[in-house]
């Protein structure tokens, strides 16, 4: 019985070695759940007869370090949660904590071992998040959207003096305006419906230019487009007290003024929408001019160069115009029981019946952790405890080699005394 006894912990403490083994090599795994062996008593009948490794648990739920990788496509989550991977071969959902993405040649978000990521399709042009499923990545081109807007907004000196010349427009567009008849002047690049450029300029002057007589308050603007004047100039007066725009109207007119550019034909057969150009937020107070916000919408047509995440989880698009679009957003899912999944491999687990049904949700919302970017969670594994395992588990098997030892000694004697 000592010697069956003796050997039954002899066999157990193997099982335990192999899970701490496990453990100490997947100590730099991605993602990597510690395992520890539970211990429980043989008992045949009535009668204790020994141990043996009853159950192997993981520590799910212990997260583990963070590492910045600088790799746009890298995320880890921070808190409770796992992504959501659809394996190809079996359909078979499945859950990890390893977030290695990248772009398959079919053009959809997989994950390090070739499953596709579950997500929300997020529609570009309203931002509206799909049903859960697969994220597809658009790795075409996208089209040229034309200019409807330009914002500026910037202080207009009240120290300009009225130009000394009167504004005289160009005559053709390879004409510069005299620059003894205006203050100041802005570019802004705008697009044609094929995403044609174009320069729309903005000259600033002083009202009163040539009359020698500048009027406080008051600036004219005119508008030239690729060396031609187009549209009606604008008059902006400001307040001789608070500096602030009047007109445009901040409130009446929301602060713009509208260039009726609607069906001019460019070179390349392209056509130009109107342009409404906002300036609220500039102001008219003394010192120096400056000019904080100038900026026009729309953009060229351009090619797939690349994905990345976003801090929310978004599937951040960029193309070769510079521009970028949120074509999707990770899933997270949580469980009722995370303990309880049943394991495929050591970073990656299925539903079971008692883990529970998972509640998928974006990423930060409801129980759901938030995304770091460029970054990826390290094992859970603390090598100090294993190491002390190690030992623990030596002395124990030193102490059942013990215990049939003494018994083989025994029976030696006994044998000879017979």
């Known amino acids: 019985m000592s010697f069956d006894i003796a050997l039954s912990g002899i ?3 193997n099982d335990s070695l192999d899970v701490t083994s496990h453990n100490i090599a997947n100590a730099g795994t991605y993602g990597y759940k510690a395992s520890r062996a539970n211990f429980s008593t043989l008992v045949a009948g009535n009668q204790q007869t020994g141990v043996k490794v009853g159950s192997t648990t993981q520590n ?3 997260q583990g370090g963070i590492l910045n990788t600088g790799r746009g496509l890298d995320a880890s989550i921070n808190g409770k949660g796992f992504f959501i991977a659809k394996d190809a071969s079996t359909n078979e959902t499945q859950y990890t904590r390893v977030g290695i993405f990248d772009a398959s040649k079919d053009g959809f978000l997989v994950d390090a071992s070739g499953r596709k990521v579950q997500g929300y399709p997020v529609d570009v042009k309203t931002g509206t998040m799909g049903a859960q499923g697969d994220l597809a990545i658009p790795t075409g081109a996208i089209p040229a959207v034309v200019s409807e807007k330009v914002t500026y907004v910037g ?13 005289v427009a160009p005559a053709t567009a390879a004409d ?22 174009h320069t729309l300029t903005q000259y600033f002057a002083r009202t009163g230019g040539g009359t020698g007589a500048s009027t406080p308050n008051s600036v004219d603007v005119h508008y030239v487009l690729d060396g ?20 445009p109207d901040p409130a009446a007119d929301a602060g713009s ?21 906002n300036y609220t937020g500039t102001t008219g107070f003394a010192g120096e001019a400056t000019t904080s916000t100038n900026n026009a919408d729309g953009y060229a047509s351009g090619t797939f160069s690349g994905v990345t995440l976003g801090q929310d989880g978004s599937l951040i698009a960029s193309y070769t115009n510079g521009q970028k679009q949120t ?11 995370e303990g309880a999944l049943t394991a495929v491999s050591d970073t990656s687990w299925t539903t079971s019946i008692t883990s529970g049904e998972p509640l998928v949700t974006a990423a930060g919302v409801g129980m759901a952790g938030s995304i770091n970017v460029s970054t990826l969670e390290q094992s859970n594994v603390d090598i100090t405890s294993e190491l002390v395992g190690l030992m623990t588990s030596q002395r ?3 102490a059942n080699s013990k215990v049939i030892q003494t018994e083989s000694t025994m029976l030696q004697s006994l044998m000879q005394a017979i």
Request: hydrophobic fraction near 40%; glycine fraction near 10%.
């Open 11 to 13: 066999q157990a403490i």
């Open 60 to 62: 799910i739920g212990l």
């Open 155 to 167: 202080n207009l000196s009240a120290d300009w003096e009225a130009p000394s010349a009167t504004w």
């Open 176 to 197: 510069a305006p005299d620059t003894a008849t205006f203050n100041m002047s802005k570019a802004s690049v705008i697009y044609d419906t094929l995403g044609g450029k």
């Open 228 to 247: 031609l004047e187009v549209g009606t100039p604008t008059t902006m007066t400001f307040s001789p007290t608070t500096g602030q725009m009047l007109t």
């Open 257 to 277: 003024i509208t260039l009726n550019l609607a069906g001019t034909t460019t070179a390349n057969g392209g056509t130009l929408n109107d342009i409404v150009i």
């Open 327 to 337: 074509v999707g957003r990770l899933a997270v899912a949580t469980f009722p029981d």
């Open 396 to 398: 124990n098997y030193q």
